[in-house]
């Protein structure tokens, strides 16, 4: 069965701490991407990675930046923790068929609240 | 830029039909649609590629407009499981980025 996890379902961080979300896929799948869904704005690509090591800002990069040190872990890291960054974060992961035509599959998401 | 979906939300009774709308400002390689249920991640409906191609599966169908950067998602004779929240995300390159629209509330009462 087709899995993404992310470590954690509810997180409560405090202003100005460096926060690490983590996801994990084992499907092999090349690209893995980070979204932020807040209602009435959808999901929000903050950050896509397409290899190892390899990323792409998406459309909400500022505040954040990203890990992927090896395939199967895409980390999202909030240098200092804003309150404007209190949110649900998904993480995806797809496999490379060409054309952004592959199934994106997705976590169960992270709710962290900054305080 | 994220495409625009239409309309924001929508209320049906069980039997009846729903189009959710999403366009985009750039050109697209293709269109994805998911469904979010409430407390849940978003789950794969269907892909379609430029061609101008239409899918379906069971009563939900779409198409895409590739020269017109839309697609269109179709509910037909819809039921209670059919709620949720649509998104459709474009692919506007041959990398696999993929960015979601806004989403539409979709509800569906007996």
């Known amino acids: 069965d087709v899995k993404v996890t992310q470590s954690s379902r509810y997180l409560v961080k405090r202003t100005g701490e460096k926060v690490f979300l983590e996801c994990v896929q084992d499907?092999?799948?090349?690209?893995m991407f980070w979204y932020r869904q807040d209602p009435g704005l959808g999901l929000r690509l903050i950050y896509f990675?397409?290899?190892?090591?390899?990323?792409e800002k998406g459309d909400i990069p500022e505040g954040y930046s990203v890990s992927r040190e090896k395939k199967e872990r895409f980390s999202l890291i909030l240098e200092s923790a804003s309150t404007n960054q209190t949110s649900m974060y998904l993480c995806?992961?797809?496999?490379?068929?060409?054309?952004?035509?592959?199934?994106?599959?997705f976590g169960q998401g992270t709710r962290l609240t900054v305080v | 830029q994220q495409p625009v979906q239409s309309p924001q939300a929508v209320i049906l009774r069980e039997g009846e039909d729903a189009v959710i709308n999403c366009s985009s400002s750039?050109?697209?390689?293709?269109v994805h649609w998911y469904r979010q249920k409430h407390g849940e991640a978003p789950v794969f409906l269907m892909i379609?590629?430029?061609?101008?191609e239409q899918k379906g599966h069971d009563k939900i169908s779409a198409s895409f407009n590739e020269k017109k950067q839309q697609s269109s998602l179709y509910l037909t004779a819809s039921q209670l499981s059919y709620s949720g929240t649509y998104f459709c995300?474009?692919?506007?390159?041959?990398?696999?980025?993929?960015?979601f629209g806004q989403g539409t509330t979709l509800q569906v009462k007996p």
């Open positions: 995806a992961s797809s496999r490379t068929g060409g054309a952004g035509n592959t199934e994106a599959f």
């Open positions: 499907m092999d799948h090349e690209n």
């Open positions: 990675s397409y290899d190892v090591k390899m990323k």
């Open positions: 750039k050109a697209l390689y293709s």
């Open positions: 379609l590629l430029k061609g101008g």
């Open positions: 995300g474009t692919g506007s390159s041959n990398t696999g980025k993929l960015i």
